[in-house]
T-cell receptor
Framework: AQSVAQPEDQVNVAEGNPLTVKCTYS??????LFWYVQYPNRGLQFLLK??????LVKGSYGFEAEFNKSQTSFHLKKPSALVSDSALYFC???????????FGAGTTVTVRA | DAMVIQNPRYQVTQFGKPVTLSCSQT?????MYWYQQKSSQAPKLLFH???????NEADTPDNFQSRRPNTSFCFLDIRSPGLGDAAMYLC????????????FGPGTRLTVL
């Protein structure tokens, strides 16, 4: 069985400060890991994914994530947050050979001006 | 631009009155998914199609049905909506391999009166 944990319901940062959204996962084999962002009354937008290779993955809108196998983590980061980054962020995992994504509970990010 | 389209964006129905939500895609993806999302919670997978093969989640109520007449279109039928079925319904697509990300439509917000 596969699962994802996002330990923080909310993250609040000031504009221009670094942003980190935490995610840990559990899978039986090697994971495929994804980050999505959701703005109010919109669908989910894909940010980035880890499949294999370099542990640091770069994605859309200046976001990046670091895969850490020993800590089973895939934290999302942005060096300098913008007010427009305020949204709901979901981490998701998929086991190899599975079509089903398992989502975390989501983390609401608020960036204050 | 290739995309996933959902109609309508907002749907109001009465308790017990059947409703159909539609999804179309121009991505030519094999796999299509329907999710239910309540109150900023994680999306909950209802079912998915791999081409014409239908895969129902074990905990999806019988009240929810789906049709996929061709590659581009997929429909969600709610036979007798209850108040608890009020939610955002998200359609998503992906290529057939499990490392590919899912592309989400903007969602249909269903209100049940």
């Amino acid at each position: 069985a596969q699962s994802v944990a996002q330990p923080e319901d909310q993250v609040n940062v000031a504009e221009g400060n670094p942003l980190t959204v935490k995610c840990t996962y559990s899978v039986s084999g090697n994971p495929y890991l994804f980050w999505y962002v959701q703005y109010p009354n919109r669908g989910l937008q894909f940010l980035l994914k880890y499949i294999t290779g370099d542990n640091l993955v770069k994605g859309s809108y200046g976001f990046e994530a670091e895969f850490n196998k020993s800590q089973t983590s895939f934290h999302l980061k942005k060096p300098s947050a913008l007010v427009s980054d305020s949204a709901l962020y979901f981490c998701a995992v998929r086991d190899i050979g599975d079509y089903k994504l398992s989502f975390g509970a989501g983390t609401t990010v608020t960036v204050r001006a | 631009d290739a995309m996933v389209i959902q109609n309508p964006r907002y749907q109001v129905t009465q308790f017990g009155k059947p409703v159909t939500l539609s999804c179309s895609q121009t991505l030519n993806h094999n796999v299509m998914y329907w999710y239910q999302q309540k109150s900023s919670q994680a999306p909950k997978l209802l079912f998915h199609y791999y081409d014409k093969d239908f895969n129902n989640e074990a905990d999806t109520p019988d009240n929810f049905q789906s049709r996929r007449p061709n590659t581009s279109f997929c429909f969600l039928d709610i036979r007798s909506p209850g108040l608890g079925d009020a939610a955002m319904y998200l359609c998503a697509t992906s290529r057939q391999t499990s490392y590919n990300e899912q592309f989400f439509g903007p969602g249909t917000r269903l209100t049940v009166l």
